[in-house]
């Protein structure tokens, strides 16, 4: 175990945004499938690309990254257009990395800001302070410093019990306050929480969380500089958490199927999916019975589960059993 770890504290808020998280993403389990299309994904990932760029200045909209994807003539500078590709380049290499090995961080900032630093995928060298409405802001730990620093927090991420949803917030802001590279540091640290976000559900490979940053940008760099003002991460994991929530809101909000009838709630599916679990064997008039329904409405409820391949029936409805299809 290593014997860094960074300054934050478990809040009440944390605990219940954590929670609300965990429950959004057992319901969105309805749509995974949608969600994994080839067309979603590239949409939403345009949106990641786009957002975590527009937060850094650069001006391509959706429209603009989506023709450098397709190969297409686009106007913008020599810089904004490098930057669409590195970021292209990093994020389709996210399913890949391995959030613990400090080498694929540096492969990241490398593919990100190959085509715009000759020291991409190196630490700086250099003092950096990071600027804000009043001058500078945060004055960055010096460059000799830099790779002790960024080995303990790996070290850390590598050995730390906490849930991952909250040491994805803390590593991102505790790399934000190392700011190891010369420039690139904002959009390193939002892909790697993505990459830790992946590593705990797939789903997050999906999703676009930086767009919904980019939507609350003045609130992510209070959020920033609130952390530092105390010297520990907390109030930007309460943030991030939030900002997770709000991008799952609005995932579900666009992706539930509208055809879902009103009367086959999402939470009694979660229900009968979490019995037959715990009872394979358990009846259909067992079901309807513990949950308080007709034998006609669960009949109705499992054939939706079936249809969402949620759920198989193994063998006779007498001696067979239910078998419950792995969840995101």
């Not at 630093?117 to 190196?122: E, F, K, R």
């Not at 676009?208 to 109030?235: C, F, H, M, W």
């Given at each position: 175990m290593s014997s860094y770890k960074p300054p934050y504290t478990i809040t009440n808020k944390i605990l219940k945004t954590v929670s609300n998280i965990v429950e959004l993403i057992s319901e969105l389990n309805h749509v995974k499938k949608e969600l994994a299309t080839p067309k979603l994904r590239k949409k939403n990932r345009i949106k990641s690309i786009t957002g975590t760029l527009q937060i850094e200045g650069n001006s391509f909209t959706e429209e603009k990254v989506t023709n450098v994807i397709n190969g297409k003539t686009v106007l913008g500078t020599v810089r904004e257009i490098e930057e669409v590709k590195g970021a292209i380049e990093a994020y389709?290499?996210?399913?890949?990395?391995?959030?613990?090995?400090?080498?694929?961080?540096?492969?990241?900032?490398?593919?990100?800001?190959?085509?715009?630093?000759?020291?991409?995928?190196?630490?700086?060298?250099?003092?950096?302070?990071?600027?804000?409405?009043?001058?500078?802001?945060?004055?960055?730990?010096?460059?000799?410093?830099?790779?002790?620093?960024?080995?303990?927090?790996?070290?850390?991420?590598?050995?730390?019990?906490?849930?991952?949803?909250?040491?994805?917030?803390?590593?991102?802001?505790?790399?934000?306050?190392?700011?190891?590279?010369?420039d690139g540091n904002g959009r390193v640290g939002r892909l790697w929480q993505s990459v830790i976000l992946n590593q705990y559900k797939s789903i997050f490979g999906a999703i676009p969380i930086e767009s919904v940053v980019r939507e609350n940008q003045e609130a992510?760099?209070?959020a920033l500089e609130d952390a530092g003002s105390i010297g520990e991460s907390t109030p930007f994991v309460e943030f991030m958490l939030e900002i997770i929530l709000k991008t799952l809101t609005k995932v579900k909000k666009e992706n539930v199927p509208k055809n879902v009838p009103k009367n086959v709630p999402l939470k009694r599916l979660d229900k009968i999916v979490n019995m037959m679990k715990k009872d394979k064997s358990i009846t259909a008039l067992e079901l309807a019975d513990k949950l308080g329904v007709t034998d006609k409405t669960i009949k109705r409820d499992i054939a939706k589960l079936?249809?969402?391949?949620?759920?198989?029936?193994?063998?006779?409805?007498?001696?067979?059993?239910?078998?419950?299809?792995?969840?995101?």
């Amino acid at each position: 175990m290593s014997s860094y770890k960074p300054p934050y504290t478990i809040t009440n808020k944390i605990l219940k945004t954590v929670s609300n998280i965990v429950e959004l993403i057992s319901e969105l389990n309805h749509v995974k499938k949608e969600l994994a299309t080839p067309k979603l994904r590239k949409k939403n990932r345009i949106k990641s690309i786009t957002g975590t760029l527009q937060i850094e200045g650069n001006s391509f909209t959706e429209e603009k990254v989506t023709n450098v994807i397709n190969g297409k003539t686009v106007l913008g500078t020599v810089r904004e257009i490098e930057e669409v590709k590195g970021a292209i380049e990093a994020y389709d290499y996210l399913e890949k990395y391995d959030y613990k090995k400090e080498k694929d961080l540096l492969l990241a900032h490398k593919f990100l800001m190959q085509n715009i630093l000759n020291n991409a995928g190196s630490y700086r060298h250099s003092n950096v302070g990071v600027g804000g409405k009043d001058g500078v802001t945060h004055v960055a730990p010096p460059p000799n410093m830099v790779p002790q620093l960024m080995g303990d927090l790996f070290e850390w991420l590598k050995d730390t019990d906490d849930h991952l949803l909250v040491a994805s917030c803390v590593f991102h802001y505790e790399f934000e306050f190392i700011h190891p590279f010369s420039d690139g540091n904002g959009r390193v640290g939002r892909l790697w929480q993505s990459v830790i976000l992946n590593q705990y559900k797939s789903i997050f490979g999906a999703i676009p969380i930086e767009s919904v940053v980019r939507e609350n940008q003045e609130a992510y760099y209070k959020a920033l500089e609130d952390a530092g003002s105390i010297g520990e991460s907390t109030p930007f994991v309460e943030f991030m958490l939030e900002i997770i929530l709000k991008t799952l809101t609005k995932v579900k909000k666009e992706n539930v199927p509208k055809n879902v009838p009103k009367n086959v709630p999402l939470k009694r599916l979660d229900k009968i999916v979490n019995m037959m679990k715990k009872d394979k064997s358990i009846t259909a008039l067992e079901l309807a019975d513990k949950l308080g329904v007709t034998d006609k409405t669960i009949k109705r409820d499992i054939a939706k589960l079936k249809d969402e391949k949620r759920v198989v029936r193994v063998g006779s409805l007498k001696s067979g059993h239910w078998e419950v299809i792995d969840e995101i």
